[in-house]
């Protein structure tokens, strides 16, 4: 009580800190007068004199006031936008590294201007998170006219791009990509044999679009390169024979952790099934022997049971598509790992394609917290603050909207059972419709929309539907989702980053219906039009009541249903918003209290009937936190478990750079050769122990298969003084004179080239094996807490001992390598071998989900008619038709511009 009444006195903290910042805001517009009198050429300079005053000692902060005001100047003479006040916070905020949580609507792309470009006059770039690779090429074009006009130079990170183009987009100012781009080009650069080949530069600053998306939402979601293991087609296809005859008591399903286990009676069956297919080794399925078959025996239950089609994938053109579970988008060339994508394309009858092996991975929590200086922006954050805090050590800051909010947010509705709640919503859409007012309707699968389309054809309300199968026109049907009477259905609305105007959008107008006329008095007189209608438009819709957004359901977390809400109200427009829900929405069925009065609430109410009821409101908000707190269990799991990783990660590759970047490394292969001595001859002859009970037998064996000598050792023990120490350093001897000789068969730049290509080709190959046990150790290692221990500590025990043995592995491998290599003088010098193949998976271990949009570089995820982007695209008029001229040009990895579909490197760039 005391807390509120303080509150209501003097204001929350939030409140108090965005007040304090009134402060700056008043500098930056003392400084207005002064930079609006600046002719352009004096404007653009202003870059210059900001970086020499830095080179001077200036610090960032005292610059930011007058930076701030040549942002706010230079987009009032470029985009003819001029910053208000409350965006010059947000501005001040992400600067500070902060979350800025501003409304929709409030210009977040504007305000990124601000701190991108005061951050980018160091040189050291900026990156500029977004979440889709259209938002990134959009924004890069768009703000980047700003950039540009002050004298910045701008970079965009999209699929497709070849490694020189990539290296040239991130030695830019600023640099606008995908969170999945700049991951995977961190792990691709870590996979490098040359520090030259390499794209990215040190990390300096980040701003994150949308960051509840990309730090929350997908922070599940490992980033993951792999590569292809052996063909198990017919395994899977037996399995799955087995699985589909199984009925629904032979398992127990939990579709809260999304997991399902066999029953006693159900492993019996399994049991006799497997026997008889000549799959099941012995006579218990769970014996040592038979690991690999029952854990495809899970992934094919999972992948039958938990896994539906339309909802979580789909089937086209003899392909299994997942659909990815925050924006409902089909994900083209995504694959589930861990043999469950295998499974699912068993299950459908589509060609089964082969298995996939880790080569490098990490988490966004760890990718992201190695930026020195983090900050984000969104319309939702505030539900996840101490999240954001405990991972990434960022505060969100509420930002006040330059216009209070109209919007009505009305009462949830509650319905008896599906076919009811859609019979209402089709009846409510088709009144709002009638009187002039856009509808924008949200659901949770393509499934419930095209339902939902099936009663609007009934109700005769001619309507758009935006999911996976329409992803091709998603900005175009978004962005005139405000017209009058227009009615959208989308497929939830996170991270679609297209302003919904009331009216209409003139820019996406223009580029839809002017595409043939060309610049002229026709033109001109064309979109004045245009603009007058939207003018009209515009009026009769706010008379309407402005854009009613309908949730058909609860989204399991909160800020999903405040983004699909905040897509009306924007800068004090009109707006209306309401919920539609059943006992029968999975949030209810799955986490909903299971209580008395819902089984009432099921056996009293009538067909049709609605109820609106406060009590249910706040247990369908006890049921969405309860989600919340699960999943962020699962994402602190999943950095847990990625922290230790993350240790052995930041060795294997800081020894990979030191590796690249030295002259040459003839001490590091000596000290692994003296290492490895030490090993051999301690193992042999055991400290504090006499000749007699040397293993001498096994000491030459071993010496001759790991340093390729054979040694007098019985000769040696015949000496009086005769010891493990002398033993070693004879040997060591021996060994290092083996190695000079073979040395001087080549120039010294051949063999620094031959031992730099030895040791990085090991290393990776030990690191990729590795990682494979570590991915074998995270799925087994719960099993421990049946015996009182707890997992992660026996994860980080087990995981140290796994990387002391895989250096030592490392150590004698790459000893035995250059003991038995053989080279002729007229060699050619040894070339550092391509990239291997490999796909690019962001998936949840956990639960399956995946997120990856990006395969072997990615493929283009939206395709609308925009303005034209400034962005370089691998076509024939950029690259020319001609093969011969593609090398260099096109990334070994991508896909050969002939339109094969195969790799440019198995293509027209095969050596």
Not at 207 to 219: K, N, Q, T
Not at 312 to 326: A, Q, S, T
Not at 716 to 734: G, H, K, N
Not at 840 to 867: A, N, Q, Y
Request: charged fraction near 30%; include cysteine; hydrophobic fraction near 40%.
């Amino acid at each position: 009580m005391l807390g509120g009444l303080a509150k209501s006195l003097f204001g929350s903290s939030n409140d108090r800190y965005v007040k304090s910042l009134g402060a700056i805001v008043n500098k930056i517009a003392d400084f207005e007068p002064t930079i609006s009198a600046m002719s352009d050429e004096e404007l653009a300079n202003q870059t210059t004199v900001f970086r020499e005053r830095l080179a001077g000692g200036t610090k960032l902060d005292d610059l930011l006031p007058e930076a701030f005001a040549t942002v706010r100047e230079a987009a009032k003479r470029v985009l003819g936008q001029r910053h208000y006040d409350v965006q010059m916070v947000g501005g001040i905020v992400l600067h500070r590294g902060e979350i800025a949580e501003m409304r929709t609507g409030e210009g977040k792309t504007l305000v990124a201007t601000l701190a991108v470009y005061l951050n980018a006059l160091p040189g050291l770039g900026v990156h500029v998170i977004t979440v889709n690779d259209y938002l990134a090429a959009r924004d890069a074009e768009w703000m980047g006219r700003v950039y540009k006009f002050l004298g910045m130079t701008v970079g965009v990170i999209i699929p497709n791009l070849s490694d020189a183009q990539r290296r040239e987009a991130y030695h830019a100012d600023i640099t606008y990509g995908t969170n999945n781009e700049f991951g995977f080009d961190y792990l691709r650069d870590n996979m490098k044999y040359e520090r030259a080949s390499m794209v990215q530069r040190p990390f300096a600053m980040a701003i994150v679009d949308e960051v509840d998306s990309v730090l929350i939402d997908e922070a599940r979601t490992p980033l993951i390169i792999s590569g292809p293991t052996d063909d198990k087609s017919d395994l899977y296809k037996s399995v799955d024979a087995v699985v589909k005859q199984l009925v629904p008591g032979d398992y127990e399903k939990d579709e809260k952790q999304k997991t399902i286990i066999l029953t006693e009676d159900g492993t019996e069956k399994v049991e006799r099934m497997l026997e008889a297919a000549g799959l099941l080794e012995g006579q218990n399925l769970y014996d040592f022997e038979n690991t690999q078959v029952v854990h495809h025996l899970n992934q094919a239950l999972r992948a039958i049971v938990m896994f539906k089609a339309d909802t979580d994938y789909i089937v086209k053109d003899g392909k299994v598509i997942i659909i990815d579970e925050f924006t409902g988008r089909m994900m083209d060339g995504r694959r589930w790992s861990d043999g469950l994508h295998q499974a699912v394309e068993a299950k459908e009858g589509v060609e089964i394609e082969p298995e996939n092996q880790t080569m490098a991975s990490i988490t966004f929590q760890n990718y992201f917290r190695m930026y020195p200086k983090l900050s984000g922006m969104t319309g939702t954050a505030a539900t996840e603050a101490a999240e954001f805090f405990d991972i990434y050590k960022m505060n969100v800051v509420t930002i006040p909207t330059n216009v209070d909010i109209q919007r009505v947010d009305e009462e949830d509705e509650f319905y008896k059972d599906t076919a009811d709640k859609f019979q209402a919503i089709a009846k409510k859409i088709k009144y709002h419709a009638d009187k002039g007012q856009p509808v924008l309707v949200g659901t949770v699968s393509i499934e419930k929309s095209e339902l939902l389309s099936d009663f609007l054809v009934k109700e005769g309300v001619k309507h758009e539907v935006l999911n996976a199968r329409q992803h091709e026109r998603e900005a175009h049907i978004v962005a005139q989702a405000g017209r009058k009477s227009v009615v959208t259905i989308a497929t939830n609305m996170a991270g679609r980053g297209t302003d919904i105007q009331l009216g209409g959008n003139l820019e996406f107008r223009i580029n839809d219906e002017l595409t043939e006329i060309a610049e002229g008095p026709e033109r001109d007189a064309a979109i004045a039009r245009i603009k007058s209608e939207i003018a009209v438009e515009k009026a009769a819709v706010l008379a309407a009541g402005g854009l009613f957004v309908l949730g058909t359901e609860r989204h399991e977390s909160r800020r999903i249903d405040n983004q699909l809400r905040g897509r009306s109200g924007r800068q004090g427009d009109p707006g209306l918003s309401r919920f539609y829900l059943s006992l029968d929405d999975d949030l209810l069925r799955i986490f909903g209290p299971d209580t008395l009065f819902a089984r009432m609430m099921r056996n009293n109410i009538g067909d049709g009937e609605a109820i609106g009821s406060k009590w249910l409101s706040k247990a369908i908000e006890t049921a969405q936190k309860k989600v919340e707190a699960r999943n962020y269990d699962v994402r602190k799991q999943v950095v847990e478990y990625d922290d230790v990783m993350n240790d052995q990660r930041k060795v294997v590759y800081e020894q990979r750079s030191d590796i690249m970047d030295a002259e040459t490394v003839g001490d590091v292969v000596e000290d692994m050769r003296a290492e490895t001595v030490n090993a051999i001859v301690g193992d042999a002859c055991p400290p504090n122990s006499y000749p007699e009970q040397w293993n001498v037998e096994a000491l030459k064996e071993k010496l001759a298969d790991t340093l390729n000598l054979d040694l007098p050792i019985q000769d040696w023990l015949t000496e009086e003084a005769v010891d493990p120490e002398m033993i070693e350093e004879r040997v060591r001897e021996a060994a290092d004179a083996l190695i000079v000789q073979k040395a001087s068969e080549l120039d010294p730049e051949t063999w620094i080239q031959v031992e730099k290509s030895i040791l990085l080709q090991n290393l990776d190959h030990h690191w990729k094996e590795h990682l494979a046990t570590l991915d074998a150790l995270r799925q087994v290692v719960h099993l421990r807490a049946y015996a009182q221990k707890t997992p992660i500590n026996e994860y980080k025990q087990e995981a140290f001992s796994l990387f002391q043995r895989m250096l030592e592995s490392i150590r004698e491998d790459v000893t035995r390598t250059i003991a038995y290599a053989q080279f002729r003088m007229n060699d050619e010098p040894p070339q550092l071998p391509d990239l291997p193949d490999f796909i690019t998976t962001h998936f949840d271990p956990f639960s399956g989900d995946d997120d990856t949009m990006d395969v072997d570089g990615g493929s283009g995820m939206i395709t609308t008619r925009l303005p034209p982007l400034s962005i370089p695209q691998l076509d024939g008029s950029d690259i020319g038709e001609d093969p011969a001229d593609w090398e260099g040009k096109v990334s070994r990895n991508s896909p050969c511009p002939c339109g094969s579909g195969r790799k440019y490197k198995h293509c027209h760039g095969a050596i």
